[in-house]
């Protein structure tokens, strides 16, 4: 079974230049999630998605970052303009279930954004 | 605001002893609580969770300790091997709805675990 996919996998770009990171979950999760991991942190949670409902973007920085998963399958993150201290490393997540199953989180590999 | 803390940034242990990575939390709304091993350019890749009905889960080399009353979990591998060197999050989430913590998963900030050969 193939696991979370994310491209790219490193993303250099300038300040207020935009980007977007694209993540395919596994298979039959309905479940997805966006994450950011800064250096020597934890992930946060920045949006997750139930299907094609974003149902908690509470943490998503919403004047420059917006996400989208139109056919409740693949996702796309987007951050425009980027600035200096977005660069972190952009983790993607999916889970089988909704509402009490979604305890078990799997991870892509993630992409790492350097914004110069 | 850090509801889920490990305190210890690093640990070295011997390869056949015991590693105890340590986790604490303030959210008393969390109810299921996870490990994460991650390895240099890899994704968290999930190792063992815990109810908060329970104070003990096992799996193989891996035992997961809750101490609800503490707030306190602690994750044991052992033995310990020269391939278990990584970064361990510990990670918690509430999974009763109603509340500001339902469903999301909050990670602590990671504990780098070396192991000697």
């Known amino acids: 079974e193939a696991g979370v996919v994310q491209s790219p996998r490193y993303k250099i770009i300038e300040k207020k230049q935009p980007v977007a990171f694209w993540c395919n979950p596994i298979s039959g999760h309905n479940t997805l999630y966006w994450y950011r991991q800064n250096l020597g942190q934890g992930p946060e949670l920045l949006i997750r998605?139930?299907?094609?409902?974003?149902?908690?973007d509470s943490q998503l920085p919403k004047d420059r970052f917006s996400a989208e998963r139109l056919k409740g399958v693949d996702s796309t993150l987007k951050i425009q303009p980027a600035e200096l201290g977005d660069s972190a490393v952009y983790l993607c997540?999916?889970?089988?279930?909704?509402?009490?199953?979604?305890?078990?989180?799997?991870f892509g590999p993630g992409t790492r954004l350097l914004v110069l | 605001d850090q509801q889920v803390k490990q305190n210890s940034p690093s640990l070295s242990v011997q390869e056949g002893r015991i590693s105890i990575l340590n986790c604490d939390y303030t959210?008393?709304?969390?109810?299921?609580f996870l490990w994460y091993k991650k390895y240099p350019a890899e994704g968290p890749t999930f190792l063992i969770s815990?109810?908060?009905?329970?104070d003990k889960n096992e799996d193989g080399r891996f035992t997961v300790f809750l101490n609800k009353s503490a707030k306190h979990l602690s994750l044991h591998i052992v033995p310990s091997q020269p391939g278990d060197s990584a970064v361990y999050f510990c990670?918690?989430?509430?999974?009763?709805?109603?509340?500001?913590?339902?469903?999301?998963?909050?990670f602590g900030q990671g504990t780098i675990l070396t192991v000697h050969p």
């Open positions: 815990i109810s908060s009905i329970k």
């Open positions: 959210n008393s709304m969390f109810d299921y």
């Open positions: 998605y139930e299907n094609e409902e974003a149902v908690d």
């Open positions: 997540a999916s889970s089988s279930g909704t509402g009490d199953h979604q305890e078990t989180q799997y």
């Open positions: 990670a918690a989430i509430c999974l009763q709805a109603g509340g500001t913590s339902y469903g999301k998963l909050t």
